[in-house]
């Protein structure tokens, strides 16, 4: 079964950079799509980048071209590497992995891990 782990949360000032990290322990990671998910303090958890398991690649309008997603099926890992960081991304950032099949789908979210971004 996938669990889903993030790491690479922290502190930062307007304008610099972090790379988080969503390591999977478990399941055949390389037939899901992952995305990034974050979730503002009130706000509602919205999508900001996923790589599906082909490797097409979508971001919200508000962080294209500041923000890449990867993933390294091997590794069993997916990253999200946030440039240019604004105090608007400040929020907890989830590791999603879903899939669907013939009769039924399946998803997975990792507990979450903190970005906050000062101005």
């Known amino acids: 079964q996938v669990q889903l782990v993030e790491s690479g949360g922290g502190s930062v000032q307007t304008g610099e950079t972090l790379t988080l990290s969503c390591a999977n322990t478990?399941?055949?990671?390389?037939?899901?799509?992952v995305a990034w998910h974050r979730q503002a303090p009130g706000m509602e958890r919205e999508r900001v980048a996923e790589?599906?398991?082909?490797?097409?690649?979508d971001y919200a309008a508000s962080v294209k071209g500041r923000f890449a997603i990867a993933r390294d099926n091997i590794k069993n890992t997916a990253t999200l590497q946030m440039r240019n960081l604004k105090p608007e991304d400040t929020g907890v950032y989830f590791c999603?992995?879903?899939?669907?099949?013939?009769?039924?789908?399946?998803?997975?979210w990792g507990k979450g891990t903190q970005v906050t971004v000062s101005a």
């Open positions: 999603h992995a879903h899939r669907t099949g013939l009769t039924r789908s399946w998803e997975y």
């Open positions: 478990g399941g055949v990671f390389e037939l899901y799509d």
């Open positions: 790589i599906s398991a082909s490797g097409s690649i």
